[in-house]
């Protein structure tokens, strides 16, 4: 019998994202205590594939590291937040990513480099899956938040956990690069104009 695994496929912002996403985790912990992705660290989920053979993984992945290299960079924003309505009256609140045309077509390359046929809602989660309730408690602390963090993404992280281990835990598998130099000519210019154009919210103090 085989050894089945799950692997989840996602764009890592960097440091002061990550930095800036935890401060409304535990922002929001304070107010209706322990939740779901309290601890997971800030991240664009692309894909989750589950119960694979690991020898799929490994004949393919060569071939997705090189589909993957053909890729640029992508300028992404983090621009306030937004929730998604779950069944059982759940929420999610999350960092919503800025679509533009160039991150739209973006999106649907690398989609189409993962083979993946669902839609992609690039989002950054900060508290998922709550009660109707709690929500209610938080959402008028986030609705009027304009968080506006830009950020590049340089690589796609894989993670794999086994299926059936009780408690599975994900742990790194790969990492591929985007590499492509296509579109990203006046890409130096881009990133200063955007550092001096930008209104970040790090030093905020007192979130809710």
């Known amino acids: 019998m085989y050894m089945y695994e799950d692997y989840l ?22 107010l209706i205590g322990n939740y779901k992705s309290m601890d997971s660290p800030a991240h664009i989920s692309v894909h989750h594939l589950e119960r694979q053979k690991p020898f799929m993984a ?3 992945h060569l071939k997705l590291e090189k589909s993957i290299n053909e890729m640029p960079p992508v300028l992404l924003h983090v621009d306030g937040f937004k929730y998604f309505t ?14 533009t045309p160039s991150v739209d077509e973006w999106f649907t390359l690398l989609k189409k480099k993962l083979s993946i046929k669902k839609t992609i ?9 709550i009660p109707e309730n709690d929500f209610n408690l938080l959402w008028p602390n986030f609705r009027h938040k304009k968080l506006v963090e830009p950020f ?16 599975p835990q994900w742990m790194a598998f ?9 579109g990203l000519l006046n890409a130096e210019a881009i990133i200063s104009k955007q550092a001096i154009a930008d209104i970040t919210l790090q030093n905020q103090i007192n979130l809710f």
């Open 121 to 129: 809602i690039p989002h950054i989660t900060v508290v998922r899956d």
């Open 58 to 60: 490994d004949t393919n």
């Open 174 to 182: 790969k990492t591929f690069e985007f590499k492509s130099n296509k």
């Open 152 to 167: 590049w993404v340089n690589e796609l992280k894989i993670l794999k956990r086994e299926t059936f281990t009780p408690s």
């Open 9 to 30: 496929m996602l764009l890592s912002p960097p440091e002061y994202v990550k930095h800036e996403i935890t401060r409304y985790k535990k922002a929001s912990a304070k």
């Open 86 to 99: 779950h069944l059982h009256s759940k929420m999610t609140i999350y960092a919503h990513i800025r679509i």
